[in-house]
């Protein structure tokens, strides 16, 4: 989505950045060191940008991109792990997974049989509010499946509230991802993946249901 190659020195530099910030969210970087990442990181990324200017117009969007794509890809799937190292996991872990999923499945069929009201039609002309409604009633049900198998212990408010909690982030997500698409103009975030948009896309979602449900547990739970 970067115009940077893949290979340039801020891209190379990025991605180190990236892998060092999900180290250090999954406990593999000491603290005291961990405080560290993100200011060296950015000095990192505008350092060697600035020793291999590619174009000046594009300097905002490279770089931006770039510091984005720490935070975006770096930050925030690490947390799926870290719900599996919680209390009931397992189930928790399964949960950001299924229920983002049964939630995105929900939604496309509720909005192809109900959906009349645009959900963001500026982002996704598909998306309907009808269909937002069904993916998280289709969510909050997965999770009460998971309950019964893997984590009874957990309340049926806080189930009922981990399943709309991952349908609701997972829509945001995958808005997201659309808007970034739109914004640069492709269509599939990468082709490693044939037919499925590439990684982004499967994971889109997930991204953003594994940290807000961590969130909801650690605070609520």
């Known amino acids: ?38 200011p060296a990181g950015i000095l990192g990324i505008w350092a060697s940008f600035l020793g291999r200017v590619g174009s000046i117009e594009k300097a905002l969007i490279t770089v931006g991109t770039m510091v984005l794509g720490v935070v975006y890809c770096g930050a925030m799937i690490p947390y799926l792990a870290r719900i599996r190292d919680m209390e009931g996991g397992l189930g928790l872990a399964l949960a950001a997974l299924f229920c983002t999923w049964s939630g995105d499945t929900g939604a496309y069929f509720s909005g192809r049989a109900l959906g009349k009201n645009k959900l963001a039609p500026v982002i996704s002309p598909k998306k309907t509010i009808e269909g937002a409604v069904g993916g998280v009633v289709a969510a909050i049900a997965m999770a009460f499946i998971l309950r019964h198998f893997f984590m009874p212990e957990l309340a049926p408010l806080h189930t009922l509230a981990v399943g709309a909690i991952a349908a609701v982030a997972g829509i945001v997500g995958d808005l997201c991802e659309s808007l970034l698409k739109r914004s640069t103009g492709i269509k ?30 650690s605070l609520v739970v």
């Not at 180290?23 to 961990?34: K, N, R, S």
């Not at 979602?205 to 807000?212: I, K, L, S, T």
């Open 188 to 217: 599939d975030s990468s082709n490693l993946i044939p037919g499925h948009g590439g990684v982004l896309d499967r994971f889109d979602g997930v991204m953003f249901a594994a940290p807000a449900i961590f969130l909801y547990v």
């Open 1 to 38: 989505m970067s115009p940077a190659d893949g290979k340039s020195p801020v891209a190379l530099v990025t991605y180190g950045v990236t892998a060092a910030t999900s180290a250090a969210i999954l406990g593999f970087i000491p603290a005291e060191h961990a405080v560290l990442i993100l």
